[in-house]
């Protein structure tokens, strides 16, 4: 058994423009469209991973550690934490999770480790068992970011995550089986931002490539597509051009934490372009041992 579930949790509401680099808005609109403040929809997606002696979340969203004035301000919708809810759907708690992976500590990605936002009180760790597994170069990056992405971490999280005394950090060359089972391996990219680490769940029937901020959403496999948030833009483009080969030959699956409608997607070449295909929206308990696709 390797059962995948998508769990949602708090979505947002960002500025076109920069989700879309520099595509012309009368291109991405087509995709997103946007409302009267420029902004698309964004959904912070985590996907749970059981294997029948451990419980797996790769990422926990954006949360709801944000005071008022800065959730308006980073177009985080929902006050209440909806990982949380999400898991408690599947009968789950935070303290049910065993691990905890982080492609990297952009606080879109992380911040659902924290407890909600309460005046006055300091941040606060939630998942109490969980161990915590981070790309060694991206948890540098953010204990010690650039002018550029500064806004993008949370600056109390790295000592949280070391003091909790279950932090691992790996790059893609390391050997994480006893944390993760031999079903999970890593591929590192660096035109987001250095050393993301991209899980690939690696089931009997289907595979699973968790894309992180490599290819947010759908609109995001076109190649040329970019986020004016990569730090490294044209690197991505060539890093995308690479992996996409290999997943089409296999028929490998992409993982989208940011599309609102769609949880992963194949990718199909065609006249060497790439589009997404088999599109699927949420989904639970599927057994990529034992399936092909969650129906």
């Not at 989700?19 to 469209?33: E, K, Q, T, V």
């Not at 970011?145 to 060359?173: F, M, N, Q, V, W």
């Not at 989904?283 to 990529?288: H, V, Y």
Request: negative net charge; contains cysteine.
């Amino acid at each position: 058994m390797l059962n995948a579930t998508s769990v949602l949790g708090n979505s947002q509401r960002l500025d076109g423009g920069a989700m879309f680099g520099n595509a012309p808005r009368a291109l991405w609109s087509r995709w997103a469209p946007p409302d009267e403040a420029n902004r698309v929809a964004l959904a912070c997606r985590a996907l749970l991973l059981e294997d029948g002696s451990r419980r797996i979340l790769f990422e926990t969203g954006i949360g709801a550690f944000f005071a008022p004035e800065l959730r308006e301000r980073y177009g985080v919708v929902e006050t209440e934490h909806v990982l949380l809810s999400s898991l408690a759907s599947l009968g789950l708690r935070d303290t049910d999770i065993d691990v905890v992976v982080l492609s990297h500590l952009h606080f879109d990605h992380a911040g659902g480790l924290l407890a909600p936002h309460r005046a006055g009180a300091s941040p606060e760790l939630l998942f109490p068992r969980a161990h915590f597994v981070v790309g060694k170069t991206a948890f540098e990056r953010a204990e010690h970011p650039h002018l550029r992405d500064r806004a993008s971490y949370i600056p109390e999280l790295p000592g949280l995550l070391r003091a909790s005394g279950r932090l691992t950090l790996l790059d893609a060359k390391s050997d994480a089986e006893s944390l993760l089972g031999p079903h999970v391996e890593f591929v590192e990219t660096l035109g987001h931002t250095p050393g993301m680490l991209h899980a690939r769940v690696l089931g009997r029937a289907a595979r699973l490539f968790f894309a992180a901020d490599l290819v947010p959403g759908r609109a995001w496999v076109h190649l040329p597509i970019t986020m004016g948030y990569d730090r490294y833009p044209e690197h991505l483009i060539d890093e995308k051009s690479a992996l996409f080969a290999d997943f089409a030959s296999r028929g490998e699956y992409l993982f989208f934490t940011h599309d609102p409608e769609v949880a992963a997607a194949r990718v199909v070449e065609n006249a060497g372009r790439f589009k997404p295909s088999d599109e699927l929206g949420a989904f639970t308990a599927w057994d990529l041992d034992a399936r092909s696709s969650p129906a």
